[in-house]
């Protein structure tokens, strides 16, 4: 299958401190999405980024997109306990229509106080 | 309120037993779309419809079917339950497009002993 891909399993940050997550795909995309996905919860979407666009902001997160090189980095800014969660990027596929996604593994990232 | 519910939210089920997870949606979207989730894995497809009393197959059909009796509803079925389709099982709506949002469901813990 053609997947999106996070390149490391986790990260660990303390509090107010900045992180990176990265990812990096296969083929081309129209959009990718990054979605968060905290303890015993389902993952909620947090920036979708769309093939012409190449950076996206949500208050503290700022997402990029390199389509030369078909990858995404998710930053997210002065950090805080709550942020730590599996964050995942997802790419279209499967026909326009259907809104299908592949998910890759994603990475757990974890803030200390 | 939540938008996707997801009954119910665990289960221990005999191998070789059948199991019905449901889930229910008050987006009034049209695509929904059931995962499965393992540890070291992201999400994985297993079916999805985009109109009631049809469903498609995902990327991880073997051994699942699916049922959509209503837009509102969606249900997974595990014939003959089997020891590996121990996993969280999430399900999620969409309004269907290359943009589109999935909303996500609470998810299963499911046990097959």
């Known amino acids: 299958s053609q997947l999106a891909e996070e390149n490391l399993w986790a990260l660990s940050v303390h509090e107010g401190e900045s992180v990176t997550v990265n990812c990096s795909y296969k083929?081309?995309?129209?959009?990718l999405q990054w979605y968060r996905q905290k303890s015993g919860e389902g993952p909620a979407q947090l920036i979708l980024?769309?093939?012409?666009?190449r950076e996206k902001r949500n208050g503290r997160l700022r997402a990029t997109l390199d389509t030369s090189s078909q990858s995404s980095s998710l930053s997210i800014t002065a950090t805080r306990c709550e942020d730590t969660a599996v964050y995942f990027c997802?790419?279209?596929?499967?026909?326009?229509?259907?809104?299908?996604?592949?998910f890759g593994h994603g990475t757990i990232l974890r803030v200390h106080p | 309120e939540a938008a996707v519910t997801q009954s119910p939210r665990s289960k221990v089920a005999v191998t070789g037993g059948k199991v019905t997870l449901s889930c229910h949606q008050t987006?009034?979207?049209?695509?929904m779309y059931w995962y499965r989730q393992d540890t070291g894995h992201g999400l994985r497809l297993i079916h999805y419809?985009?109109?009631?009393?049809?469903?498609e197959k995902g990327d991880i059909p073997d051994g699942y079917k699916a049922s959509r009796p209503s837009q509102e509803n969606f249900s997974l079925i595990l014939e003959l339950a089997s020891l590996s389709q121990t996993a969280v099982y999430f399900c999620?709506?969409?309004?269907?497009?290359?943009?589109?949002?999935?909303?996500f469901g609470p998810g299963t813990r499911l046990t097959v002993l």
């Open positions: 999620a709506s969409s309004g269907g497009g290359v943009y589109a949002e999935q909303f």
């Open positions: 997802a790419k279209g596929g499967g026909g326009a229509n259907t809104g299908k996604l592949t």
């Open positions: 083929t081309s995309i129209t959009a």
């Open positions: 987006n009034n979207h049209d695509y």
């Open positions: 980024i769309r093939s012409n666009e």
């Open positions: 419809s985009y109109v009631a009393d049809s469903t």
